[in-house]
């Protein structure tokens, strides 16, 4: 700077103070002061570098008159200029391009800077930034200038406080109505899908951001898994294993992480994917699930961003409703898969027990019907929901009821299996049904549900009664088979006698009376015979109710 005068310096002092005042956005507060500080104070160039206190470092702010290489060197200045910033006092030199105590030596000899004036940037006695003066000749600071640039800088770190304030509060009206958005949408459905999709694309969004993404924790391997991605290519996304990142796992301890360039933080792992991706700055802010951490959101930005703390907090807030929603839509797919295969077994076994024959019941302990097979319910006449629930003695109302008849109750009583056999009696014909139930047991041995299988034995009991019917035959036919045969020795002596008797006989009428005995006896023969060839028996009526029967 050349010595100026009181006049030339409130000038000055005004003209920035104007232009400070016509903008309210701090980043515009810092490109105007940079484009205009050269010519009002015959510079060459000028730089606004902001402090992050993440890492604790200058990350650029606005820069104008100054190349981009040169603006990307690793290190501003030497260490004991920057130990004196940061106490609060400014540095000016001059003949930079000879002083060995730059690393990037060369960079300043090709940028042509030879003197430079490092100033603080101060807000409440802290500093929030330096602002840097550059010329390409030669030049001493003047005490004067020195003060008024410190000044100068402490009114342009009151403006980017106060911008930044407004842009805050801003933000913050902003990011609640944003948050009240976000969790009306992310509540409003049980769809993870939707959940996720409606976080990646809403929170870039609102904080002008160029892309996010989800990942969540598989709780099988811990592992970070992605769930969600918007505005990246796929390309990138197939970059390789994330999971070693220091930004994912400082993240993943609970506390948001914010790198201003990705190019040159060691926090960063993929740093040439990211730049062709055109990735600058992100944010990586956990997701919670009372206070559990169930996954990470990362904010990518196209542009060198440094986010603020309603940024952060907004994002950090987004995070915990997304947690919070998330959870829930995983908790419905779980429940929703839960029932899909409670349905399927209850149809599984439903359709194992219509293939059963026999009719089938379930009543629990307070003998309400909980479950019957389609035989029961056509034998009932009726539908399942017009059965479940009922009392299982209602079931019998057209029965005369008695509990020692129906082993359900047995089995109640004593916990042991139970059976027995029914008459009853159907549209005037007897039928015969045997009855069984069993016990199921809960965890304390108490009967919890009693199975009744009931089966329709008439069949069974005509067929045992045919059986006795032939058996009794049998013995009818090998009784008369015995008696035939003990009845035809004395039989045959008597019919000889007889025929003998016959011959010796000169009455007539003592002739007559022999033959009919003779006639008898072979009627009686005859009888024998046909009982020792007997297969079965016809009876017949024949006076009132005495039946007889013929041989066959």
């Known amino acids: 700077m050349q010595p100026v005068n009181e006049f030339k310096y409130l000038q000055v002092l005004q003209k920035v103070t104007k232009l400070i005042s016509m903008v309210l956005d701090h980043q515009q507060v810092m490109d105007t002061i940079v484009r205009e500080l050269p010519g009002l104070l015959d510079l060459d160039a000028a730089t606004i570098r902001l402090l992050d206190p993440s890492t604790n470092t200058f990350v650029m702010g606005a820069a104008h008159g100054l190349s981009l290489e040169y603006l990307s060197r690793t290190q501003i200045d030497s260490d004991e200029t920057m130990a004196v910033i940061n106490s609060g006092y400014p540095v000016a030199k001059t003949y930079v391009d000879q002083d060995g105590h730059f690393s990037d030596q060369n960079l300043l000899s090709q940028e042509g800077i030879k003197s430079i004036l490092t100033l603080p ?196 807030t987004v995070a915990e409703i997304g947690g919070t929603a998330i959870q829930n839509a995983r908790n419905y797919q779980q429940i929703t898969l839960l029932i899909n295969q409670v349905k399927e077994s209850e149809r599984f076994i439903t359709n194992i027990l219509n293939c059963i024959r026999p009719q089938l019941l379930v009543m629990d302990r307070n003998l309400h019907l909980v479950l019957a097979n389609k035989v029961f319910l056509t034998a009932m006449s009726k539908e399942e929901n017009d059965l479940l629930g009922a009392d299982y003695r209602d079931l019998w109302q057209d029965q005369e009821y008695k509990a020692e008849d129906y082993p359900v109750e047995q089995v109640l009583a004593t916990g042991q299996t139970a059976s027995r056999e029914q008459q009853l009696s159907k549209e005037g014909n007897i039928l015969w049904v045997e009855r069984t139930a069993s016990p199921m047991f809960d965890e304390t041995g108490e009967v919890e549900y009693v199975i009744e299988v009931i089966r329709d034995i008439t069949a069974k009991r005509q067929l045992a009664q045919e059986h006795l019917e032939r058996v009794k035959l049998q013995s009818v036919v090998e009784l008369a088979g015995t008696v035939a045969h003990e009845i035809n020795s004395p039989l045959f002596a008597a019919l000889g006698t007889a025929q003998l008797l016959e011959d010796d006989l000169e009455s007539a009428a003592l002739a007559e009376d022999v033959q009919t005995i003779i006639r008898n006896l072979k009627n009686i023969g005859e009888l024998t015979r046909k009982m020792t060839t007997m297969t079965g028996f016809d009876s017949r009526d024949y006076i009132g109710t005495t039946k007889i029967g013929s041989l066959r």
């Open 121 to 316: 940037i101060l807000f409440q006695d802290s500093v929030i930034g330096i602002l840097r003066l550059l010329t390409r000749r030669n030049r001493l600071f003047l005490p004067e200038e020195i003060s008024f640039a410190m000044a100068l800088a402490e009114q342009v770190g009151i403006a980017i406080s106060n911008s930044r304030m407004f842009t805050e509060m801003e933000n913050q009206i902003d990011f609640m109505q944003e948050v009240q958005d976000i969790s009306t949408l992310v509540n409003s459905t049980l769809d993870l899908d939707t959940v996720l999709n409606t976080i990646v694309k809403r929170l870039p969004s609102s904080m002008g951001c160029k892309a996010c993404t989800i990942r969540l924790l598989r709780p099988e391997t811990n592992q970070l898994e992605l769930a969600a991605s918007y505005g990246i290519s796929a390309e990138y996304m197939q970059r390789g294993e994330i999971g070693q990142e220091q930004n994912i796992a400082l993240a993943l301890t609970g506390a948001p992480v914010s790198i201003y360039d990705v190019s040159r933080d060691e926090r960063v792992q993929y740093k040439d994917k990211m730049a062709k991706e055109g990735i600058k700055s992100l944010l990586a802010v956990p997701l919670k699930v009372k206070g559990e951490v169930i996954g990470i959101i990362r904010i990518l930005s196209s542009t060198h961003h440094c986010f603020t703390s309603s940024e952060v907090n907004f994002a950090a």
